[in-house]
């Protein structure tokens, strides 16, 4: 309300005094006695309007929140007060925040209202606007389209805008921590840069041999629907780095592409207009590619749009089994 109201009188004297002083010099202009007495008036009230005004509302105006929080520092657990009674079911949050200057994850403790579509993302983000300011939280589109807030709640790695408050808490309690599967940044952010360098790594694009069709084409690359239907469930990941997370062999073995490096190699390789062909495949046929995975599913089960990548990676060996000089014809 503050902010708005102080917006309010900031645009009224960016309207006004302009609009003073263009009548001020059209009267100077057309010689009017009234350019050198009222309009100055005028010109010198607004002027003292919008500065007590603009006064008043800095100095005088209580805001909220009253104080700002302190900074995470050790073990120690930072308490906030219960936020007032706009409805919604009282929920304690705990989340786990790393702290890059010590190197470890702290606990701090907030508490928040929830209804039944509060979501876990819009829940931390205002713990951050009215309880915390020092909380990072990374999100974009905040409708699991981007990707950009996975985090672990309750031991799950999730998107956090797809995600209900009161559906994931356990005993009116919501933990909410980094994934582990990337580099720690601050809070709950992680680094996606090795993870995007992976993704990078398998040519996740179509190839074509003829250099002068790709940039000349004279019609479009056409499919059948059951040609499509062999990469399309594989087309929908957002690259939210969940799979990751959750595949135990990232988090022991950090050479291993991942599973969602991997899943596009197939949705590439099964695509009829791609023409790389085996050495698509070759060049995951490693340790630390196809090889390296021990199909948990865990991949599968925490992707929030349904690709499957486990059932890609074995695909993806069956192709590489059939690709066998002795199975060559």
Same mark, same amino acid.
């Given at each position: @309300?503050? !902010?708005?109201? +102080?917006?309010?009188?900031? &645009? /009224?004297?960016?309207?006004?005094?302009? =609009? %003073?002083?263009?009548? @001020?010099? !059209?009267?100077? +202009?057309?010689?009017?006695? &009234? /350019?050198?007495?009222?309009?100055?008036? =005028? %010109?010198?009230?607004?002027?003292?309007?919008?500065?007590?005004?603009?006064?008043?509302?800095?100095?005088?105006?209580?805001?909220?929140?009253?104080?700002?929080?302190?900074?995470?520092?050790?073990?120690?657990?930072?308490?906030?007060?219960?936020?007032?009674?706009?409805?919604?079911?009282?929920?304690?949050?705990?989340?786990?925040?790393?702290?890059?200057?010590?190197?470890?994850?702290?606990?701090?403790?907030?508490?928040?209202?929830?209804?039944?579509?509060?979501?876990?993302?819009?829940?931390?983000?205002?713990?951050?606007?009215?309880?915390?300011?020092?909380?990072?939280?990374?999100?974009?589109?905040?409708?699991?389209?981007?990707?950009?807030?996975?985090?672990?709640?309750?031991?799950?790695?999730?998107?956090?805008?797809?995600?209900?408050?009161?559906?994931?808490?356990?005993?009116?309690?919501?933990?909410?921590?980094?994934?582990?599967?990337?580099?720690?940044?601050?809070?709950?952010?992680?680094?996606?840069?090795?993870?995007?360098?992976?993704?990078?790594?398998?040519?996740?694009?179509?190839?074509?041999?003829?250099?002068?069709?790709?940039?000349?084409?004279?019609?479009?690359?056409?499919?059948?629907?059951?040609?499509?239907?062999?990469?399309?469930?594989?087309?929908?990941?957002?690259?939210?780095?969940?799979?990751?997370?959750?595949?135990?062999?990232?988090?022991?073995?950090?050479?291993?592409?991942?599973?969602?490096?991997?899943?596009?190699?197939?949705?590439?390789?099964?695509?009829?207009?791609?023409?790389?062909?085996?050495?698509?495949?070759?060049?995951?046929?490693?340790?630390?590619?196809?090889?390296?995975?021990?199909?948990?599913?865990?991949?599968?089960?925490?992707?929030?749009?349904?690709?499957?990548?486990?059932?890609?990676?074995?695909?993806?060996?069956?192709?590489?089994?059939?690709?066998?000089?002795?199975?060559?014809?």
């Amino acid at each position: @309300m503050r !902010a708005s109201r +102080l917006t309010i009188f900031t &645009y /009224a004297g960016i309207m006004g005094v302009p =609009l %003073l002083l263009f009548v @001020m010099v !059209a009267g100077l +202009l057309a010689n009017n006695p &009234y /350019a050198y007495t009222v309009v100055p008036a =005028l %010109l010198a009230l607004a002027l003292a309007v919008f500065a007590v005004s603009g006064i008043f509302e800095i100095y005088l105006h209580p805001t909220y929140p009253g104080s700002k929080s302190p900074l995470i520092n050790g073990e120690s657990e930072v308490s906030r007060a219960v936020p007032k009674n706009t409805g919604g079911k009282l929920v304690t949050f705990v989340v786990k925040r790393f702290n890059s200057a010590t190197k470890r994850l702290d606990s701090a403790t907030y508490k928040a209202r929830a209804t039944e579509r509060t979501t876990v993302l819009g829940a931390l983000l205002s713990i951050k606007d009215y309880q915390d300011n020092t909380v990072s939280v990374r999100c974009n589109c905040r409708m699991g389209i981007c990707g950009s807030c996975g985090m672990v709640v309750n031991g799950k790695p999730v998107l956090a805008c797809e995600t209900g408050v009161l559906s994931a808490a356990e005993d009116d309690v919501v933990e909410v921590s980094p994934m582990l599967g990337h580099p720690l940044l601050k809070d709950v952010v992680t680094d996606f840069d090795d993870f995007f360098e992976r993704h990078k790594s398998v040519e996740p694009h179509l190839y074509r041999k003829d250099a002068k069709e790709r940039y000349a084409a004279t019609e479009e690359y056409k499919q059948s629907k059951e040609e499509l239907d062999k990469f399309l469930p594989y087309s929908y990941c957002i690259m939210c780095g969940l799979c990751l997370d959750a595949c135990p062999v990232v988090n022991s073995n950090p050479n291993f592409i991942g599973p969602q490096a991997l899943s596009q190699v197939y949705r590439y390789h099964a695509d009829s207009r791609d023409q790389k062909g085996k050495k698509r495949l070759f060049d995951i046929d490693t340790m630390d590619g196809a090889w390296g995975c021990e199909f948990s599913g865990s991949c599968s089960k925490a992707c929030p749009k349904g690709v499957d990548p486990a059932s890609a990676i074995q695909m993806l060996k069956g192709e590489l089994m059939k690709s066998l000089p002795e199975n060559e014809e």
